[in-house]
């Protein structure tokens, strides 16, 4: 019911200001406009619920921005659509049009008067605009779904691991809105980086993905060395920790600060870490998915943003599940943020638990601490059946860092709460490990750690410099071999690369991970995308540049000379346009 309330409240929003201007003066026109404002609400309403309960069989999915796309050409629509489409479609239009009607006869026609607000006294005035000023801010937090930190959105109707439940549980005119504003660039399937022809911008994506020769490698056409093997088992438990906000910078091993991350540096030393990883975006709806289905961040718009092409996506939590492992996922706030909820429960996890879930155990201003989400994922771990794939996001290195110590560490002002939420997140890790070392299970486990994006540091690096979006990776556990434990890898990747590495370890097919690669794999490239709004940086061994698009600007191209750059420019203008290609087509 949150959505279908917010909902309600946004179509009521015209409504309520101009009844204000009612309450003090007669104007017969503001009538007519509410009563004309009232029908077309009603049509609109009626016409996307009947339209999307006659396309969900077609489509699969609930109705969203490309039937505006379709409605440039309405000809071919009503073309291919069959008869029992039309006859259900007018079915259920009258059926929502006959339900409107009677409501509106009995309880707004019936009652429609504006005279008697007319020529009252000053005390009732006053009373009267009180309480419609009390009113109106009601109606605004129905709006947004309550007081609550994050507003409403599709995820917070999702409840079921059927997606058809969910795809019914959420209101389809909010649902045709959201992706109609999300979508607004697309709403023409026009590509705003298109850079070069399309064939050209393939072409030059094609060749990056092409095997290379490496000191290690001999490539014979497609014939090359398999990728490292570094585990001892093919089918271990795997757990992901992915760590809320989290720098390159803050590790000692890899970054430059020291003390920050003690806990996270032990186990770099006894793991295998990479130096080189590059968040994809700077938000955790996009990070989530980065990781789990190998997605790009994109400038212009966020692919779980749109319910209609989740469903489709890759996921680790479908993946092992098909391999018959356990699955679960751990957040101790609300997935709600981002509509991360409703990729999770579309990624086939068996069991997804957020704020709620967690009843009685203390929390900050955004949910649960994490000393208190990692005592529960280690409690329910050891009722889990084997073998398992969990993964625990974390939450209080994400502001207001409210987390349940005292500062420790003394830096800048600005950046001095996150050090030491970082800092926190850090020791519960240590505790983490400590009691999980005990623990039946973990001698045939696996732990990835890794971040859901960068964070600005002590160190400062401008906002789109590549610097700002390094971050750590970390594979551990007594599963790994001993000649990689303390090792750092310097290959330049992705944190969309994760999904394929960790399935390759295990000896399981990634290829529907189309644009990401195994970082293991010593014939792939080295590269690496990352965006904000409207610009985008691209990374290889020798150049980067990053590209503000709408000012068609460069900052801080790295090259050895003019024809590299070119080169180098060129080659992440065709990946920026291919990607988001694959967005239009999805």
């Not at 045709?176 to 399309?198: D, K, T, V």
């Not at 090359?224 to 088992?233: D, E, S």
């Not at 540091?457 to 556990?477: D, H, Q, V």
């Not at 310097?490 to 399981?508: F, H």
Request: proline share 4%; glycine share 6%.
């Amino acid at each position: 019911m949150h959505l279908d309330i917010a909902t309600s409240s946004l179509f009521l929003a015209l409504p309520g200001v101009l009844s204000g201007v009612l309450l003090f003066k007669k104007r017969a026109f503001l009538g007519s406009i509410l009563r004309f404002y009232i029908v077309l609400s009603a049509v609109i309403i009626s016409l996307v619920s009947s339209l999307e309960t006659v396309l969900y069989y077609e489509w699969g999915t609930k109705l969203h921005y490309k039937v505006f796309i379709h409605m440039a050409n309405p000809g071919e629509a009503f073309r291919t659509a069959e008869v029992k489409h039309y006859l259900l479609f007018l079915t259920f239009l009258a059926f929502h049009f006959l339900g409107v009607s009677i409501f509106y006869k009995k309880l707004i026609k019936r009652n429609w008067k504006i005279d008697h607000l007319l020529g009252i006294g000053r005390a009732q005035i006053i009373t009267r605009s009180a309480i419609y000023l009390s009113i109106l801010t009601i109606l605004a937090i129905l709006m947004r779904g309550g007081i609550q930190p994050i507003p409403v959105n599709q995820s917070d109707c999702y409840y079921s691991k059927l997606r058809i439940l969910n795809a019914a549980a959420t209101n389809p005119t909010w649902n045709l809105f959201h992706s109609a504003i999300e979508n607004r660039y697309n709403l023409g399937s026009h590509n705003p980086y298109a850079y070069m022809e399309r064939s050209e911008a393939e072409s030059i994506v094609n060749q990056i993905y092409m095997p290379v020769a490496t000191d290690t490698t001999m490539i014979d056409s497609l014939q090359y060395r398999a990728p490292f093997q570094v585990l001892t088992t093919n089918k271990p438990n795997v757990i992901i920790i992915i760590l809320e906000s989290w720098s390159a910078d803050l590790s000692e091993v890899i970054g430059e600060l020291k003390r920050i991350t003690p806990n996270f540096d032990k186990l770099a030393r006894e793991g295998l870490i990479f130096r080189n990883m590059y968040a994809t975006g700077n938000t955790s709806d996009q990070g989530i998915p980065a990781i789990l289905s190998g997605t790009h961040a994109l400038p212009i718009a966020n692919v779980i943003g749109e319910p209609s092409k989740v469903h489709g996506l890759p996921s680790l939590g479908e993946a092992f599940d098909s391999l018959g492992y356990a699955t679960s996922f751990y957040y101790g706030g609300q997935l709600s943020y981002g509509n991360i909820k409703g990729y999770v429960y579309n990624s086939k996890f068996e069991r997804i638990l957020e704020q709620d879930d967690f009843f009685g155990l203390p929390s900050g201003r955004l949910g649960i601490h994490d000393e208190y989400l990692f005592e529960r994922h280690l409690e329910d771990l050891n009722k889990e059946s084997q073998p398992f794939f969990s993964v625990v996001y974390t939450l209080s290195s994400h502001p207001p860092y409210d987390m349940p110590i005292n500062k420790i560490i003394e830096f800048s002002v600005i950046e001095n709460m996150y050090l030491n939420a970082v800092h926190y997140t850090d020791s519960c890790l240590g505790v983490y490990f400590e009691r999980a070392k005990g623990e039946a299970w973990y001698e045939n486990t696996l732990f990835l750690l890794i971040s859901d994006h960068s964070h600005n540091t002590p160190i400062y690096s401008e906002t789109i410099n590549p610097g700002r979006f390094r971050m750590p990776m970390l594979l551990f556990g007594n599963v790994l071999k001993s000649e990689y434990r303390g090792q750092v890898i310097d290959k330049i990747a992705s944190q969309i690369d994760v999904a394929p590495t960790l399935l390759g370890l295990l000896n399981v097919s990634h290829d529907a991970y189309l644009r990401s690669k195994n970082i293991l794999d010593p014939a792939t490239g080295q590269f690496a995308f990352y965006t904000w709004y409207n610009g985008f940086g691209w990374i290889r061994p020798n150049g980067s540049f990053a590209y503000i698009h709408d000012q068609d600007t460069y900052h801080e191209v790295i090259a050895v000379d003019s024809a590299h750059q070119q080169a180098l420019i060129k080659e992440g203008k065709a990946y920026m346009q291919v990607i988001y290609q694959d967005f239009l087509d999805y």
